[in-house]
């Protein structure tokens, strides 16, 4: 009767290891399971998180390279605006320094042909032997010897003399006359040649009065 009750027993006792085993195999399994579905959710909320931060990210630096264009676009502006304001000063300031120059030019250019150093002024053509024509020139003679003449009244830039100290006259077929400066022996530095001007008046009567006008200031300056 012993034997028979600890034989049930065991019998019982082992069946339950086995359920024990059993069950604990299949809480292991369901355990891996669970595992494997966890690291596989993680993975994938892993991988939407990152791709979400890398979405941001790029939005973060196309929102910085934004800004930056914006702010480099409103650095340019400013600088322009700059630049512009600069040009504009600089062009004002060219335009009064160009008003005073013409005021200055037309305030000298009054007092030389007002002087009463001038004994003659007027038009007369001058030949110009490299192009081979004549050219309208404004001639003026003054008392210290000297004949002058300017492309016109207005423009005194281009600009040229002889000293009638070192000039001969030479009457031509009126209303020409011709000028040769290196006369009275005098020559120029290194052996060259005598310039000749040949001059040409507006008449015969203009060309008589240029002709004595400048004879008597050459005999000056040869007396003296």
Known sequence: MTEALLARAHSRLRRR?????????????????????????????????????????????????????????????????????AAERASATGRELA??????????????????EILRQGPMELWNPSAAEWGEKHFVLTRSGFLHWFDSPEDVSGSDALNLWRCSIEAGEPPIFSLHEGGHGVWFAGGSRPRVVALKAADVDDCCEWVIAIREEISCRSSS
């Open 17 to 85: 290891l086995r359920e024990e085993r059993e069950h604990a195999d299949a809480a292991s399994r369901r355990m891996q399971e669970l595992e494997s579905e966890r690291s596989a959710l993680m993975s994938k909320v892993s991988g939407r998180c990152f791709k979400h931060l890398e979405t941001a990210a790029s939005a973060v630096v196309d929102r910085a390279s934004d800004l930056a264009g914006a702010v480099q676009a409103e650095g340019s502006a400013l600088e322009a605006t700059r630049l512009m304001e």
């Open 99 to 116: 008003s005073r120059q013409a005021e200055s030019l037309e305030s000298l250019t009054s007092e030389l042909f007002c002087s009463p």
